[in-house]
């Protein structure tokens, strides 16, 4: 594998890096007695559903767009499309208990979180993200601080790429937070990426670094609160992803790629993803594999396997994708690299479907590609 600066460092030597923005705070509260629905403990449901839209509305802060017809508050959003551009739309859920736990993360970072997944989704088809729609579903004694502090991390994230919260919906739960985020976004027709357009021959590439946010992952369950002091990076990697939006365009409108898709459920389960619909097959050399310097100290402390962490770990929310063969590639991929502030790394290349899926160790050993990423229903 190779060893870069945090979520990054390239392939392609780049001047700084890029940080990720917001910072963890406090855990989420639990309701207590108090009365007052200012804030701090008291529960929402002290003020009800229509009192608290309106406060969304307000701690979303949304300036006035001429495509927003009708925003929050009414049966429904009517927006305003822009002419000649292709609508994406995608929705992802953060169901407490499977996605997070309220005990090891701020209601600020979950909402940050839970738009950073969606933008991340817009940024695989080289998209940019316009509008968003948020349910919510809370149990009665969800402290009033927390809805707050949530919506405040959802429009932080979102505006940091000029997205806007339209509209969504408020239920009552016995059970625990489940936030459910659907969002549009737009791209040009000559400039869209799916899984389906690489062709035997071409590199494969991936942005920033993989295997921090499954370790940091790992330090949580393993040391609690001490884990953002042993291995701070890592647990923020996990807490606060960082969208690949801006590079995703870039990518896009360079005319290099072929297919793209966005590292979720891990490195080994998304590219096979990518090579079943494409229809071809995939050699990925491990030692090229980009990891970040704290990875692998951390592994061996947590007695994982750094290669595994890369490879099938998730979360990572990196972008993968392949693009044609060739010197004008390597020198596009400096200049997306240099003007975004972040490494892309070609790790492997495209092969005839029959000749399989592999991963070549530093070696020479030739292994089979096998998905061990996350699936829901497993």
């Not at 839970?114 to 349910?135: C, H, K, Q, Y």
């Not at 992952?217 to 923020?236: D, H, K, N, S, Y």
Request: proline residues 6%; charged residues 20%; negative net charge.
């Amino acid at each position: 594998m190779a060893t870069h600066g945090t979520r990054g460092g390239p392939a392609f030597p780049l001047p700084g890096g890029r940080a990720r923005v917001g910072t963890r705070g406090r855990p989420f509260r639990r309701a207590g007695g108090h009365t007052s629905v200012s804030g701090g403990t008291a529960p929402i449901s002290k003020l009800g559903e229509f009192a608290l839209i309106e406060r969304a509305r307000t701690l979303l802060g949304n300036e006035s767009d001429p495509r927003v017809l009708v925003g929050i508050g009414d049966d429904t959003a009517a927006l305003q499309p822009t002419q000649g551009k292709i609508l994406l739309v995608t929705c992802d859920t953060q169901v407490e208990g499977t996605h997070f736990r309220r005990d090891r993360m701020s209601a600020h970072d979950l909402g940050r979180r839970a738009a950073a997944v969606n933008l991340s989704d817009i940024a695989s088809m080289g998209g940019a993200p316009t509008f968003a729609l948020v349910s919510l579903s809370l149990p009665p004694d969800f402290p009033l601080s927390d809805f707050d502090d949530l919506f405040r991390g959802i429009g932080d994230q979102f505006r940091a790429f000029s997205a806007k919260v339209v509209g969504g919906n408020l239920a009552s739960t016995a059970g625990g937070l489940v936030l459910d985020i659907t969002l549009l976004g737009e791209v040009a027709p000559n400039q869209i990426l799916t899984r389906s357009g690489a062709r035997p021959g071409d590199r494969i590439c991936v942005t920033g670094s993989l295997g921090a946010s499954a370790a940091g992952l790992r330090a949580i369950e393993r040391f609690g609160e001490a884990a953002e002091t042993f291995f701070p990076e890592l647990v923020r990697a996990h807490r606060l992803p960082s969208p690949r939006v801006l590079e995703g365009q870039e990518i896009a409108r360079s005319g290099i790629a072929t297919a793209m898709i966005d590292v979720s459920d891990g490195l080994a389960a998304d590219l096979l993803h990518l090579c079943d619909a494409s229809r071809v097959g995939a050699v990925v050399h491990m030692e090229r594999v980009p990891v970040c310097r704290e990875l692998l100290p951390a592994a061996e402390r947590l007695g994982e396997s750094p290669e595994i962490l890369a490879l099938s770990g998730g979360e990572d929310y990196e972008l993968l994708f392949t693009a044609r063969a060739g010197p004008e590639t390597d020198e596009t991929l400096r200049q997306i690299a240099d003007a975004c502030g972040v490494a892309l790394t070609i790790i492997g290349e495209t092969v005839p479907k029959e000749e399989g899926t592999w991963i070549v160790h530093p070696d020479g050993r030739r292994t089979p590609l096998t998905a061990q990423g996350w699936n829901h229903f497993r």
